[in-house]
């Protein structure tokens, strides 16, 4: 076994030092103002149209002192959000898969510095990476400068390809083009395969006996099979109107995945933050090594680009492993942010205050809710005079905003009835399974009078978004993609685009 290796380096760039976390802190309000205060604004968020709904958890001092849902899980099916509610947390979900990898490295299973072709033999790579140089702690830290869409669209979206095939797509990442720190789930797709490779359960019962069970994590998953579908928080779309309606919920158990899978309930996701924010100790016990969250919390890489180095009102330093590192008002702040579809899930703490919010809300346009629950919670708790008016003036801009986002809207789905023209070829030269080696097959078929599409997982209408040039557009996430089809002069078409990638008619 290997000793454990806890410094590490990227090129000459030292780490930064842990973040301390003190025994007490000294805070600026009460719990109980903190709780109050922070309840009504998530109300308000409900009550005034901005969301259907908010989940949200303030921790301080190792407890729990407020934990709440708002709204409704499933506005359409009128299914409230309560404590019962799992909430999908997205890219969140990093911070499981990167401690669980610091873990393992204080165990001496593996070190940050090692290379990944020591940690994935057997993998081809692409032509311009030498994996004798490419350590692991790069792909923590996202400064792997590979752009690997392949494993990602698969892993998040499509469940096109197997999870098991994933080590295969690798070989047809292109480069990035740039030495820059730019986010991406490559990197922790990447360090699953290397829990793969190292535990023979895999990474998924990995974390559940080494990361969730020791924290008492007892309603964390990585799946979605076997729980009850009317737990689940959804995505929410925005009427014309100004109503919600619920979207379908698009993950499966085949792309629930380690840079973007994990449902929890508030509580849950409270006593995540605890046991990261106290070095590992929760309820009294210490169900982790200290050195194991100081690694995950320590500074790998640091942003190069400038616009990452700000999400909303909090500073970004860089990354460690799984987590966000920063600041909020000049106040180191760990954190994990992640979104998918109109879910938008935040976890911060602030070290040294020893206090810590968990935020999940969805909705279109309802992002920023989540921000304003947590910079009202740290404000109040710095004892900064009018964090409550700040708080109140930032949800009333979320409110005035609200008739030009429907109007928005409004204007995009009249854009879209517009282009629903008749297409210059019959609907069955579009009809076809379409097959590329790194994505898998996208097939059209014909419903009703009408063209519909099937990926992997994903199935919906495919619009018709260009008909001069042949091009359709399918939904992913509640984001829209657009196709383009090559007939060559004769029909039925013979390829499709999209993003770039080329796939070919299957006979």
């Known amino acids: 076994m290997k000793a454990p290796t806890i410094t590490l380096a990227i090129g000459m760039m030292a780490v930064a030092a842990p973040l301390a976390t003190p025994l007490a802190a000294q805070h600026g309000a009460t719990a109980a103002d903190i709780a109050a205060s922070v309840d009504s604004v998530a109300a308000r968020i409900v009550s005034a149209g901005v969301s259907p709904a908010i989940g949200v958890a303030v921790v301080m001092d190792g407890r729990i002192i407020y934990e709440k849902a708002h709204g409704w899980a499933d506005v359409t099916n009128r299914i409230p959000a309560d404590d019962h509610t799992l909430w999908y947390v997205a890219s969140t979900s990093k911070s499981y898969t990167g401690f669980g990898v610091s873990l393992l490295a204080t165990r001496g299973a593996l070190s940050f510095d ?109 799946h979605l099979s076997g729980l009850d579908p009317k737990r689940i928080a959804h995505a929410h779309g925005m009427n014309d109107d100004g109503s919600w309606v619920t979207r379908r919920f698009e993950k499966t158990d085949r792309t629930m995945n380690s840079a973007g899978g994990h449902v929890a309930t508030l509580r849950d996701l409270a006593r995540w933050t605890i046991v990261q924010m106290d070095g590992g100790k929760i309820d009294g016990k210490q169900v982790f090594p200290p050195e194991a969250v100081s690694l995950a919390h320590r500074l790998i890489a640091r942003h190069t680009v400038e616009a990452s180095r700000h999400f909303g009102p909090f500073n970004r330093e860089g990354w460690g492993a799984g987590w966000d590192l920063g600041a909020y008002r000049g106040e180191p702040m760990v954190s994990r942010f992640g979104g998918y579809s109109s879910i938008r899930s935040h976890l911060s703490f602030l070290p040294a205050r020893h206090i810590g919010v968990v935020a999940q809300v969805t909705g279109t346009g309802a992002s920023a809710a989540s921000d304003i629950v947590a910079t009202l919670a740290y404000d109040l708790d710095a004892g900064r005079p009018g964090a409550r008016a700040a708080a109140s003036a930032k949800l009333d801009s979320m409110v005035a905003a609200l008739p030009t986002l429907r109007a928005r809207i409004a204007a995009a789905e009249a854009q879209r009835r517009a282009r629903q023209v008749p297409l210059q070829h019959p609907l069955d030269a579009f009809a076809g399974s379409y097959f590329n080696e790194a994505y898998g097959t996208l097939e059209f078929v014909v419903q009703g009078g009408a063209l519909a599409y099937r990926w992997g997982v994903l199935d919906g209408p495919a619009e018709v978004f260009d008909a001069s040039k042949d091009q359709l557009r399918i939904e992913i996430a509640d984001s829209g993609s657009v196709v383009g089809f090559t007939f060559d002069g004769s029909e039925p078409a013979k390829a499709i685009t999209w993003q770039g990638v080329t796939f070919t008619r299957r006979q």
């Not at 469940?159 to 986010?183: C, F, H, K, M, T």
């Not at 797709?189 to 008492?216: F, K, Q, S, T």
């Open 114 to 222: 090692e290379p990944i072709g020591k940690l994935l033999p057997g993998v081809r790579w692409p032509a311009y990476v030498d994996p004798a140089t490419l350590t692991l702690a790069r792909f923590l830290s996202h400064t792997h400068y590979m752009n690997d869409a392949a494993v990602v669209q698969s892993a998040a979206f499509t469940g096109a390809i197997p999870e098991a095939r994933w080590p295969d797509l690798i070989r047809y990442a292109p480069s990035q083009g740039n030495r820059d720190l730019v986010y991406s789930n490559f990197g922790y797709n990447v360090a699953a395969m290397v829990i793969d490779r190292l535990r023979p359960e895999g990474w998924r019962r990995y974390l559940e006996d080494n990361v969730y069970r020791p924290a008492g994590l007892a309603e964390t998953y990585t």
